[in-house]
């Protein structure tokens, strides 16, 4: 009786920054960032440089696993877009405060953003949305 391959996620790179932690994968990026730390512009711009390290000529996705209170000044997502090659954005959460940040948001975020409870839901839009921008 043979079973099918099984395909192993493997963690490209781990980064621990001063306010949490970004793992790297094959073709998305999860962050998870520290209780009650806050993600200013100067620490987007580390996020936007890992991905330029990993992702420079190729799709990919982030997923914001919000396990922890933290907060987001909105105005990062004005340099967030401006990353071409991010096709997704998901933000997991089981909060209802998340889900009303979420929509807040959203209103500086015009690119595919999707909020999820779970994380294997999440992942699985993240890579479809990677994998349909490939295609194009």
């Known amino acids: 009786m043979g079973f ?4 192993k996620t493997v963690i490209v790179r ?3 920054l001063e306010t ?10 999860v962050s998870v960032f520290d209780e009650g730390s806050t993600l200013t512009l100067e620490r ?9 390290i990993h992702f420079r000529d190729k799709n990919f996705g982030l997923i ?6 933290h907060a987001i000044d909105p105005t990062i997502y004005d340099y ?5 090659n991010l096709k997704a954005l998901a933000i997991v ?32 839009w993240v890579k479809r949305r990677v994998k349909l921008a490939g295609n194009q």
């Open 93 to 124: 959460s089981i909060k209802e405060i998340d889900m009303h940040n979420f929509k807040i948001e959203k209103l500086f975020y015009k690119k595919p953003m999707k909020f999820f409870i779970e994380f294997d839901n999440a992942l699985s």
């Open 64 to 69: 914001s696993l919000r396990k922890n209170s």
């Open 80 to 84: 967030i877009k401006e990353l071409e």
């Open 20 to 29: 949490g932690t970004v793992q790297v994968f094959d073709d998305y990026m």
């Open 14 to 16: 781990e980064y621990r």
């Open 4 to 7: 099918g391959q099984t395909k």
């Open 44 to 52: 987007a711009y580390q996020l936007i440089g890992i991905s330029e």
